[in-house]
């Protein structure tokens, strides 16, 4: 279910790293634990982004959360589909509901993360906390 090319942060981010880019969005975890998303607030284009920081919303019909940067750099594009059409993170969330693409300040910062293994081990052990 998660795509092995693609790293992940354990507030449920994950990055793609293509050249000196990335592609950022929610894992599908994210998504479920969030319900039917109805809004997406995300940074301008050009926006210097520090690792860990956060960069924008989503708002669903439980709750808003944050979103946080897995990694530091600039904003080179946003999602122009999810402005429309913020449901695409619950359909799509590993492929078109992509948030934002950042020109990556370090490319060694993405292979510190998770893998798709240790990411998949990550919420399991969240989910057995969620039920004890």
Known sequence: MYPKD???TKEHEWI???GANGTIGVTHYAQHELGDVVFVEMPKVG???KARQSFGTIESVKAVSEIFSPVAGEVIETNPALADAPELINKDPHGGAWLIKVRLADRKEASALMDAAAYEAYIAGQAKEHSA
Do not use: E, G, M
């Open 16 to 18: 793609k790293v293509d």
């Open 6 to 8: 693609y790293r992940y």
């Open 47 to 49: 926006a210097q982004l």
